[in-house]
T-cell receptor
Framework: GAGVSQSPSNKVTEKGKDVELRCDPI?????LYWYRQSLGQGLEFLIY????????KSGLPSDRFSAERTGGSVSTLTIQRTQQEDSAVYLC????????????FGSGTRLTVV | DQQVKQNSPSLSVQEGRISILNCDYT??????FLWYKKYPAEGPTFLIS?????DKNEDGRFTVFLNKSAKHLSLHIVPSQPGDSAVYFC???????????FGTGTKLQVIP
């Protein structure tokens, strides 16, 4: 597709359940990022994938969070045993290695943990 | 530790006037700065950027100014239009584009 696609757009889950959020980056983009925006907060970095290199996981808030990027394309962010503080908009972005004008973001997944 | 700070959560400006959005940073290693614009229910979109070797970059109605000694940058929108109403995020990176650190955003309202 022309842009970064994220699914689902909205997800409501019960506390303690696991959730998976999906990101389809722009075809050919080698870099993929996950951020989240909690209510009233800025964009918080979670994880970064660049080609075949080991991902930068320095932003993951706990070991309940994990992410994969299969075949250098689609990425899945998994949150295990969700907590209410995990409620946020999760944003995925991708970038071409030659691009010097910032990321292209998807529309995000709004996660609500009840 | 908030390395990129936008101290004004909101700003209201009359249509046709200048909007000035401010941003401060603490990490002296940052060498590339960006502004993003975000409408509700959409992802942020890139607006304008500036390298630390410059002190000004202009793109149409949008100009970004960088004051390295003060660790401060600002985005000027002239003239402001109602369609500019959005949340504006300041962002910074160092040593390439591996990871960008974002501020908390400023909500701009342009009043017709």
């Amino acid at each position: 597709g022309a842009g970064v696609s994220q699914s689902p757009s909205n997800k409501v889950t019960e506390k303690g359940k696991d959730v998976e959020l999906r990101c389809d980056p722009i075809s050919g983009h080698t870099a993929l990022y996950w951020y989240r925006q909690s209510l009233g907060q800025g964009l918080e970095f979670l994880i970064y994938f660049q080609g075949n290199s080991a991902p930068d996981k320095s932003g993951l808030p706990s070991d309940r969070f994990s992410a994969e990027r299969t075949g250098g394309s689609v990425s899945t962010l998994t949150i295990q045993r969700t907590q209410q503080e995990d409620s946020a908009v999760y944003l995925c972005a991708s970038r071409d290695s030659l691009q010097h004008y910032g990321y292209t973001f998807g529309s995000g997944t709004r996660l609500t943990v009840v | 530790d908030q390395q990129v700070k936008q101290n004004s959560p909101s700003l209201s400006v009359q249509e046709g006037r200048i909007s000035i959005l401010n941003c401060d940073y603490t990490n002296s290693m940052f060498d590339y700065f960006l502004w993003y614009k975000k409408y509700p229910a959409e992802g942020p979109t890139f607006l304008i950027s500036i390298s630390s070797i410059k002190d000004k970059n202009e793109d149409g109605r949008f100009t970004v100014f960088l004051n390295k000694s003060a660790k401060h940058l600002s985005l000027h929108i002239v003239p402001s239009q109602p369609g500019d109403s959005a949340v504006y995020f300041c962002a910074a990176s160092s040593g390439g584009y591996q990871k960008v650190t974002f501020g908390t955003g400023t909500k701009l309202q342009v009043i017709p």
